[in-house]
Antibody, heavy 118, light 112 residues
Framework: EVHLVESGGGLVQPGGSLRLTCTTS????????MHWVRQVPGTGLVWVSR????????SYAESVKGRFIVSRDNAKNTLYLEMNSLRADDTAVYYC???????????WGPGTQVTVSS | DIVMTQSPDSLAVSLGERATIQCKSS????????????LAWYQHKPGQPPKLLIS???TRESGVPDRFTGSGSGTDFTLTISSLQAEDVAIYYC?????????FGQGTKVEI
């Protein structure tokens, strides 16, 4: 059974850093593109970043470009999101999502809360 | 960026009645090479991750009840719940995956 679980969220001050981890199981992680999506409380879903299955291609939303870094360790079946220079508007629930064979998100993690506040 | 606009923002439907959600994209998400619409619908309930309902605009995922139907092409899409059940109360999002920068609609809250 496919499982994705995010961790690493928490409360951080503006300008601080956090590293989110998405631990996966139940599938061949190295065969799939992975994405990060976030949801600000009371608003909708927003795409954040993506990484190719081999880790050689990454993309970012303009709002996080230059501050966030997505990476993966296929040997550990794990996805990461390094978040730097955090701002209040980065406060959100962060989800990792697997891109299925039909290019939509077929599996999601339960999400991890990131709160940026002094 | 491609903008996805859903309507309405919310709707209240009686049990057993039909719910219809519209999604309009600012650019076509129909890929001419494979004649597929790169459009998905997700259901999102509080405290849970989003759930994929429909891909390619009209392909229902395995296990999704057949009361959920997706239709449309190009820039205009519809999600129809033919007979609303209590467990369908949720926020529904369309998403285009035609472009690298994937975008979601703002969501439609469906209530009883």
């Amino acid at each position: 059974e496919v499982h994705l679980v995010e961790s690493g969220g928490g409360l951080v001050q503006p300008g601080g850093s956090l590293r989110l981890t998405c631990t996966t199981s139940g599938f061949t992680f190295g065969n799939y593109w992975m994405h990060w999506v976030r949801q600000v409380p009371g608003t909708g879903l927003v795409w954040v970043s993506r990484i190719k299955n081999d880790g050689n291609t990454t993309s970012y939303a303009e709002s996080v470009k230059g501050r966030f870094i997505v990476s993966r360790d296929n040997a550990k079946n794990t996805l990461y999101l390094e978040m730097n220079s955090l701002r209040a508007d980065d406060t959100a629930v962060y989800y990792c999502a697997r891109v299925g064979i039909d290019y939509s998100y077929d599996y999601w993690g339960p999400g991890t809360q990131v709160t940026v506040s002094s | 960026d491609i903008v996805m606009t859903q309507s309405p923002d919310s709707l209240a439907v009686s049990l057993g009645e039909r719910a219809t959600i519209q999604c309009k994209s600012s650019q076509s998400v129909l890929y001419s090479s494979d004649n597929k619409n790169y459009l998905a619908w997700y259901q999102h309930k509080p405290g849970q991750p989003p759930k994929l309902l429909i891909s390619w605009a009209s392909t229902r995922e395995s296990g999704v009840p057949d009361r959920f139907t997706g239709s449309g092409s190009g820039t205009d899409f519809t999600l129809t719940i033919s007979s609303l059940q209590a467990e369908d109360v949720a926020i529904y999002y369309c998403q285009q995956y035609y472009f690298t920068l994937r975008t979601f609609g703002q969501g439609t809250k469906v209530e009883i």
